[in-house]
C-alpha cells in the first residue's frame, strides 16, 4: 500500500515561514491534499490538487508538489496556525485503491 | 450550507458491531459529484480512512478494516451508515463522517464522535 512520511513534529516563529513536508513514492504524479485540525475540532482542507485554497483560506496558506516530496507552506506564520498537518492523496496504484493519509505533523508557533 | 451529523453509540462492547449513521443537511446525498465517506482517529492519533460510499451503493474499503466493515447508504433519509464488526478496544476513536469531491478530496466533516470499546 502506499505510504505518506511527514515529520512528526515543526516549529517556527510568528511571523516566519513553516513548511511541512510529505513524502511518497513519485507523489508528483497524485493530486496532494492537505488538512489543519486543531484540538478538539475536526480537520479543515486548507490545501487542494497541490496548491489550490478553498473558499476562506488565507493567501497564506500554499502547496507545492514534484518529484517525491509534496509541501504545505504557511508564509507570516500566526500563532493561530497552530494545529496538527495532514496530507493525503488518493491511491489508485494498487489492487486495493483508496484514501491514504499522512501521519500528521504538529505545527507548533514558538 | 452543507452539515454532516454523526450519530450513534458513545460505548461498545467487545467483540460486538458499532454502528453509526451520518445525516446530510444542505445538500443531497445523491449529488453525482461526490463520495460519502469515514474516518477515524484513535485518541492521540492520526487519522485512519475506513471507506466511502457514493449514491448508487458503490463502495471503497480501506483494505485493514475491509472484512469487518460495512458502509450504506440511504438517500431518502439522505444518511450513510457504517457497521463496523468484532471491535475491540483498537477500535476505539473519533469516528468522521465526510463529503468526498470525487473520490479524492474531503471538504466537509462532521464534528466527529468518540466511540469507546469496553465492557
Known amino acids: 500500500s502506499y505510504v505518506l512520511t511527514q515529520p512528526p513534529s515543526v516549529s517556527v516563529a510568528p511571523g516566519q515561514t513553516a513548511r511541512i513536508t510529505c513524502g511518497g513514492n513519485?507523489?508528483?504524479?497524485?493530486?496532494v491534499h492537505w488538512y489543519q485540525q486543531k484540538p478538539g475540532q475536526a480537520p479543515v482542507l486548507v490545501v487542494y490538487?497541490?496548491?489550490d485554497r478553498p473558499s476562506g483560506i488565507p493567501e497564506r496558506f500554499s502547496g507545492s508538489n514534484s518529484g517525491n516530496t509534496a509541501t504545505l507552506t504557511i508564509s507570516r506564520v500566526e500563532a493561530g496556525d497552530e494545529a496538527d498537518y495532514y496530507c493525503?492523496?488518493?491511491?489508485?496504484?494498487?489492487?486495493?485503491?483508496?484514501?491514504?493519509f499522512g501521519g500528521g505533523t504538529k505545527l507548533t508557533v514558538l | 450550507q452543507l452539515q454532516l451529523q454523526e450519530s450513534g453509540p458513545g460505548l461498545v462492547k467487545p467483540s460486538e458491531t458499532l454502528s453509526l449513521t451520518c445525516t446530510v443537511s444542505?445538500?443531497?446525498?445523491?449529488?453525482?459529484?461526490?463520495?460519502w465517506g469515514w474516518i477515524r482517529q484513535p485518541p492521540g492519533k492520526g487519522l485512519e480512512w475506513i471507506g466511502s460510499?457514493?449514491?448508487?451503493?458503490?463502495?471503497y474499503y480501506n483494505p485493514s478494516l475491509k472484512s469487518r466493515v460495512t458502509i450504506s447508504v440511504d438517500t431518502s433519509k439522505n444518511q450513510f451508515s457504517l457497521k463496523l464488526s468484532s471491535v475491540t478496544a483498537a477500535d476505539t476513536a473519533v469516528y468522521y463522517c465526510?463529503?468526498?469531491?470525487?473520490?479524492?478530496?474531503?471538504?466537509?466533516w462532521g464534528q466527529g464522535t468518540l466511540v469507546t470499546v469496553s465492557s
Open positions: 465526510a463529503r468526498l469531491f470525487g473520490l479524492e478530496m474531503l471538504h466537509g
Open positions: 444542505g445538500g443531497s446525498i445523491s449529488s453525482s459529484s461526490y463520495y
Open positions: 460510499i457514493y449514491y448508487s451503493g458503490s463502495t
Open positions: 513519485n507523489i508528483g504524479s497524485k493530486s
Open positions: 490538487d497541490d496548491s
Open positions: 493525503q492523496v488518493w491511491d489508485s496504484s494498487s489492487d486495493h485503491p483508496g484514501v491514504v
